[in-house]
């Protein structure tokens, strides 16, 4: 059963946000890697190759969940819980939507020749958004700190 994404979380996944994407290893234990998402104001898509990791073990587990922290204010997030529907990206078309997104340019152009890219379409089966007590006044901490 697909939940959807709460209106307050709208403009968080359509800013620049980068998420971080828990998957299960085959050894039962997690994996968690930082990802760049496209939210289409229904879903969340990220983007990955086939000789990473994270692929493999999305192939033998499609379970995931994934945290997506406000750029600006760590204490203000989202968390999706399910799992991920696979299709191949054979004419670059998602991966270069999250180049021009996140990178102003129209094409991805940092995979080898040969990669081959997958578009995971999280399918929302939970969906929460905690009030943090500093989610509406972060503590400031200085760069570097």
Not at 16 to 22: D, E, F, I, Q, V
Not at 61 to 80: F, G, K, Q, T, W
Not at 90 to 118: C, K, N, S, W
């Given at each position: 059963?697909?939940?959807?994404?709460?209106?307050?979380?709208?403009?968080?996944?359509?800013?620049?946000?980068?998420?971080?994407?828990?998957?299960?290893?085959?050894?039962?234990?997690?994996?968690?890697?930082?990802?760049?998402?496209?939210?289409?104001?229904?879903?969340?898509?990220?983007?990955?190759?086939?000789?990473?990791?994270?692929?493999?073990?999305?192939?033998?587990?499609?379970?995931?969940?994934?945290?997506?922290?406000?750029?600006?204010?760590?204490?203000?997030?989202?968390?999706?819980?399910?799992?991920?529907?696979?299709?191949?990206?054979?004419?670059?078309?998602?991966?270069?939507?999250?180049?021009?997104?996140?990178?102003?340019?129209?094409?991805?152009?940092?995979?080898?020749p040969d990669a081959e890219r997958v578009t995971l379409t999280i399918v929302a089966e939970?969906?929460?958004?905690?009030?943090?007590?500093?989610?509406?006044?972060?503590?400031?901490?200085?760069?570097?700190?």
């Amino acid at each position: 059963m697909t939940q959807p994404i709460p209106e307050a979380a709208h403009a968080l996944l359509d800013d620049k946000p980068t998420g971080h994407l828990a998957t299960l290893r085959p050894d039962g234990r997690l994996s968690v890697n930082p990802v760049a998402l496209l939210f289409d104001g229904t879903t969340v898509r990220v983007s990955t190759t086939k000789d990473r990791k994270k692929y493999r073990n999305l192939c033998a587990d499609p379970r995931v969940a994934l945290s997506v922290p406000h750029r600006n204010n760590p204490n203000l997030y989202i968390e999706i819980r399910g799992h991920v529907e696979m299709a191949d990206d054979v004419d670059r078309v998602f991966i270069d939507a999250i180049a021009q997104h996140y990178m102003g340019q129209p094409t991805y152009d940092l995979d080898p020749p040969d990669a081959e890219r997958v578009t995971l379409t999280i399918v929302a089966e939970q969906v929460s958004m905690p009030r943090i007590p500093l989610s509406k006044n972060p503590p400031n901490a200085a760069d570097g700190a």
